[in-house]
Nanobody
Framework: QVQLTESGGGSVPAGGSLKLACAGS????????LGWFRQAPGQSRQGVAA???????SYADSVQGRFRISKDKADSTLWLQMTNLKPEDTAMYYC??????????????????WGQGTQVTVSS
Protein backbone atom coordinates (compact mmCIF):
# COMPACT_ATOMS: atom_id res chain seq x y z
CA GLN A 1 0.00 0.00 0.00
CA VAL A 2 1.42 3.36 -1.03
CA GLN A 3 1.65 5.90 1.77
CA LEU A 4 2.83 9.49 1.48
CA THR A 5 3.51 11.84 4.38
CA GLU A 6 4.49 15.48 3.92
CA SER A 7 6.52 17.55 6.35
CA GLY A 8 8.55 20.74 6.42
CA GLY A 9 5.85 23.34 6.10
CA GLY A 10 5.79 26.45 8.24
CA SER A 11 5.55 30.23 8.35
CA VAL A 12 8.26 32.38 6.79
CA PRO A 13 8.58 35.99 5.67
CA ALA A 14 8.64 36.86 2.00
CA GLY A 15 12.02 36.03 0.50
CA GLY A 16 12.51 33.11 2.85
CA SER A 17 13.03 29.45 2.09
CA LEU A 18 11.50 26.14 3.08
CA LYS A 19 12.22 22.57 2.12
CA LEU A 20 9.28 20.19 2.00
CA ALA A 21 9.66 16.45 2.31
CA CYS A 22 7.32 13.68 1.27
CA ALA A 23 8.20 10.39 2.92
CA GLY A 24 6.94 7.48 0.89
CA SER A 25 6.50 3.79 1.42
CA UNK A 26 5.00 0.90 -0.47
CA UNK A 27 6.30 1.93 -3.88
CA UNK A 28 9.43 2.19 -6.00
CA UNK A 29 10.29 5.86 -6.43
CA UNK A 30 12.05 5.00 -9.68
CA UNK A 31 8.83 3.65 -11.21
CA UNK A 32 6.41 6.41 -10.28
CA UNK A 33 5.68 9.92 -11.43
CA LEU A 34 5.77 12.18 -8.37
CA GLY A 35 4.33 15.63 -8.00
CA TRP A 36 3.78 18.53 -5.66
CA PHE A 37 0.48 20.38 -5.71
CA ARG A 38 -0.86 23.25 -3.65
CA GLN A 39 -4.25 24.57 -2.77
CA ALA A 40 -5.01 27.97 -1.32
CA PRO A 41 -8.36 28.69 0.37
CA GLY A 42 -11.11 29.15 -2.19
CA GLN A 43 -8.91 28.05 -5.06
CA SER A 44 -8.54 24.83 -7.01
CA ARG A 45 -5.56 22.57 -6.55
CA GLN A 46 -2.60 23.69 -8.65
CA GLY A 47 0.34 21.70 -9.93
CA VAL A 48 3.63 23.06 -8.63
CA ALA A 49 6.26 20.63 -9.85
CA ALA A 50 6.69 17.03 -10.88
CA UNK A 51 9.45 14.54 -11.47
CA UNK A 52 8.98 11.63 -13.81
CA UNK A 53 10.28 8.11 -13.30
CA UNK A 54 13.25 8.95 -15.54
CA UNK A 55 14.07 12.06 -13.51
CA UNK A 56 12.63 14.61 -15.93
CA UNK A 57 11.30 17.61 -14.02
CA SER A 58 8.48 20.02 -14.77
CA TYR A 59 7.50 23.26 -13.04
CA ALA A 60 4.64 25.68 -13.01
CA ASP A 61 5.62 29.02 -14.54
CA SER A 62 4.93 30.75 -11.23
CA VAL A 63 7.65 28.78 -9.42
CA GLN A 64 10.18 28.22 -12.19
CA GLY A 65 13.62 29.27 -11.00
CA ARG A 66 12.55 29.45 -7.35
CA PHE A 67 11.51 25.87 -6.55
CA ARG A 68 13.40 22.65 -7.13
CA ILE A 69 11.93 19.15 -7.02
CA SER A 70 14.12 16.14 -6.37
CA LYS A 71 13.85 12.59 -5.11
CA ASP A 72 16.00 10.37 -2.97
CA LYS A 73 16.04 6.92 -4.49
CA ALA A 74 17.49 5.34 -1.36
CA ASP A 75 14.55 6.06 0.91
CA SER A 76 11.76 7.02 -1.50
CA THR A 77 11.63 10.61 -0.29
CA LEU A 78 10.39 13.39 -2.52
CA TRP A 79 11.68 16.91 -1.86
CA LEU A 80 10.63 20.42 -2.78
CA GLN A 81 13.18 23.13 -2.12
CA MET A 82 11.44 26.49 -2.14
CA THR A 83 13.39 29.74 -2.23
CA ASN A 84 12.49 33.40 -2.59
CA LEU A 85 9.03 32.62 -1.28
CA LYS A 86 6.22 35.05 -2.00
CA PRO A 87 2.90 35.63 -0.19
CA GLU A 88 1.11 34.08 -3.17
CA ASP A 89 2.91 30.81 -2.44
CA THR A 90 0.82 30.48 0.71
CA ALA A 91 -1.18 27.25 0.47
CA MET A 92 -1.51 23.70 1.66
CA TYR A 93 1.09 21.65 -0.19
CA TYR A 94 0.46 18.03 -1.15
CA CYS A 95 2.63 15.35 -2.67
CA UNK A 96 1.18 12.84 -5.10
CA UNK A 97 2.31 9.69 -6.84
CA UNK A 98 1.13 7.83 -9.89
CA UNK A 99 2.47 4.59 -11.37
CA UNK A 100 1.32 4.96 -14.95
CA UNK A 101 2.57 7.52 -17.43
CA UNK A 102 0.83 10.85 -17.08
CA UNK A 103 -0.89 12.75 -19.85
CA UNK A 104 -0.27 16.02 -18.04
CA UNK A 105 1.92 16.28 -14.96
CA UNK A 106 -0.18 19.13 -13.54
CA UNK A 107 -3.54 17.38 -13.81
CA UNK A 108 -4.38 16.27 -10.29
CA UNK A 109 -7.01 13.82 -11.58
CA UNK A 110 -4.22 11.68 -12.98
CA UNK A 111 -2.60 11.01 -9.60
CA UNK A 112 -3.99 8.21 -7.47
CA UNK A 113 -1.95 8.44 -4.26
CA TRP A 114 -1.90 11.58 -2.10
CA GLY A 115 -0.47 12.75 1.18
CA GLN A 116 -2.36 14.70 3.84
CA GLY A 117 -0.64 18.00 3.14
CA THR A 118 1.61 20.47 4.91
CA GLN A 119 0.81 24.17 5.33
CA VAL A 120 3.09 26.86 3.95
CA THR A 121 2.43 30.46 4.97
CA VAL A 122 4.44 33.35 3.59
CA SER A 123 3.99 36.77 5.15
CA SER A 124 4.59 40.03 3.35
Amino acid sequence: QVQLTESGGGSVPAGGSLKLACAGSGYNVNSYCLGWFRQAPGQSRQGVAAIADDGTTSYADSVQGRFRISKDKADSTLWLQMTNLKPEDTAMYYCAAEEVNLGRWDNDDEYYHWGQGTQVTVSS
